[in-house]
């Protein structure tokens, strides 16, 4: 069976359907502000309602451009020294924030139990490469080293994050096995990620129309972003990924993005990184934020956080 002729779920197809009557401008036409109230607007239609937690805290922290906002969530109001989780959004580098995200931090924390950290980075156009990976970088070495702020004690990172936020995940980690922060990162676990050139892949071509991601938005996410291909901190399989730790990695079936999530999960196999790789079939980019419009999507959520949960006992 060839790819263009992928199997799409009900729900899924659905939705793009719907999608398809409203019609709509692309965020490559309607630019950086009209696309940041679209992908809210999205959230607000599409996306679960959020779990109700213990903690939910506005807090920031130092950042090489003033301080970064961030969102603590936690299950338990006090616990004792263990993993947090930083999370790392998506939005192609240029929309999305903590708000649109908050659903999805809050299923992390339910589902593992555990404090979770999202970071709110610079964005581009007004602050094109390297401004999120150096906030990103500055946020998880920040959360590391256990701060007041935080009130827990934090013994390892699980740095999660999906889409432009997979690949700050994977960039962030592989920052963080460079110049060791004061403690490990002890699983990364990026959801549909940007790890290589993109432009050569053949899902690409495929999904470049009608699956929600096209290829008209990305192309013009990369060029709002202005990052050098070949700076690890923006493409990271050009770099050195050896060392990585434990790893999970998702794809979507019908995403453009797809054969670079595939490429990077087997790159890290054969350096002998362990890695559990799923690849959900017949559904989009950008399903962990649209758990409402497509509610299949939240049994793939819940595959892939089984898979941090299972790296975590392997490491505990």
Partial sequence: MADTEHFVRDDVRGFLDMLEQIGGKGVEEVGAVEGRVQMKTM????????RDLAVKKDLSCPGPAGDIPLRLY????TREAGPCVVFIHG???????IEVYDS????FSHQLDLPVVSV???????????????????????????????????????????????????????QLVNEPADVPVIVQAPIYPVASDVSQHRSLKDFAEGFLLTGAAMAWFTEQYGADPKDPRNTPMVGDCSNTPPTVVCT?????????????????????????????????????????????????????????????????
């Avoid at 959230?43 to 959020?50: I, M, S, V, Y």
């Avoid at 581009?124 to 946020?139: G, M, S, V």
């Avoid at 017949?282 to 819940?302: C, M, V």
């Fill in 43 to 50: 959230g607000q239609l599409a996306e679960a309602p959020p």
């Fill in 74 to 77: 936690d299950t338990r109001e």
């Fill in 91 to 97: 939005g192609g580098f240029v929309i999305g924030d």
């Fill in 104 to 107: 999805l931090c809050t299923e």
């Fill in 120 to 174: 709110e980075y610079r964005l581009a156009p007004e602050h094109p490469f390297p401004a999120a990976p150096d906030d990103c970088e500055a946020a998880a070495r920040w959360i590391a080293s256990s701060p007041e702020a935080l009130g827990r004690e934090v013994s390892g990172l699980i740095i999660t994050g999906d889409s432009a936020g997979g690949n700050l995940t994977i960039v962030t980690t592989n």
């Fill in 252 to 316: 979507a079936g019908l995403d453009p993005l797809r054969d670079s999530g595939r490429e990077y999960a087997a790159h890290l196999i054969q350096q002998g990184t362990e890695v559990v790789y799923l690849e959900f079939p017949g559904i989009i980019h950008g399903f962990t934020t649209l758990r409402k419009a497509i509610p299949s999507g939240q049994k793939d959520l819940e595959a892939f956080i089984d898979a941090i949960k299972l790296m975590l006992e392997r490491y505990r």
